[in-house]
């Protein structure tokens, strides 16, 4: 069974960029979409982005124009380039799979990894 591993999380001061890696443990990701979603404490897991097989890309309002999310032709690894962080942007970040096309919801989504923390200071 595939295992995501996600990685590339930080530090950083507003404006900064960071690039989150969500790595396939045992093989390569099989489901048809792939997505990251965060959470801050207190708050619900919020969607951020998604990437289906075909490599269409959906975003959050929150991270259109920021957020670029990719996966390798293998799909053993996705990753998240963040650009323009803001204090906001704070939180856990988690990818996982979903059978759902164009999902937003945690509860359609899978085989979640450990999560990477992402600090954005102001």
């Known amino acids: 069974q595939v295992q995501p591993v996600e990685s590339g999380g930080g530090l950083v001061q507003a404006g900064g960029s960071l690039r989150l890696s969500c790595s396939a443990t045992g093989g390569a990701f099989s489901s048809y979409v792939m997505g990251w979603f965060r959470q801050a404490p207190g708050k619900e897991r919020q969607f951020v982005a998604a990437?289906?097989?075909?490599?269409?890309?959906y975003y959050a309002d929150s991270a259109k124009g920021r957020f670029t999310i990719s996966t390798d032709n293998a799909r053993t690894t996705m990753t998240l380039q963040m650009n323009g962080l803001k204090p906001d942007d704070t939180a856990v970040y988690y990818c996982?799979?979903?059978?759902?096309?164009?999902?937003?919801?945690?509860?359609?989504?899978?085989?979640w990894g450990q999560g990477t923390q992402v600090t954005v200071s102001s």
């Open positions: 990437i289906t097989r075909s490599g269409i890309t």
């Open positions: 996982a799979e979903s059978d759902v096309d164009g999902s937003r919801y945690p509860v359609e989504y899978h085989d």
